[in-house]
């Protein structure tokens, strides 16, 4: 689930941020193998957009699995 939590980011300006508990993989959502969540930061104005959870060497394995399972037979 996502919720929405009003927040400040580094600046100090207020900000809403989602924060997901989990991470969406092959279409299910599990929780990242690494303990800890980051923030993702704006590139444009250096705001803190979101806390997304740390994923490791496993869940990136699953995640690169699943998208070619996706694209298997797909042709362009």
Same mark, same amino acid.
């Given at each position: 689930?996502?919720?929405?939590?009003?927040? =400040?980011?580094?600046?100090?300006?207020? =900000?809403?941020?989602?924060?997901?508990?989990?991470?969406?993989?092959?279409?299910?959502?599990l929780?990242?193998?690494e303990?800890?969540?980051?923030?993702?930061?704006?590139?444009?104005?250096?705001?803190?957009?979101?806390?997304?959870?740390?994923?490791?060497?496993?869940?990136?394995?699953?995640?690169?699995?699943?998208?070619?399972?996706?694209?298997?037979?797909?042709?362009?």
């Open positions: 689930m996502i919720d929405a939590v009003q927040t =400040t980011d580094r600046a100090g300006r207020a =900000t809403e941020a989602r924060q997901p508990r989990r991470m969406i993989i092959g279409g299910e959502l929780s990242g193998s303990r800890g969540d980051f923030w993702l930061i704006s590139l444009g104005d250096g705001r803190e957009i979101v806390r997304v959870p740390k994923a490791g060497a496993a869940d990136v394995a699953a995640a690169v699995s699943a998208a070619r399972r996706a694209f298997e037979g797909f042709s362009c």
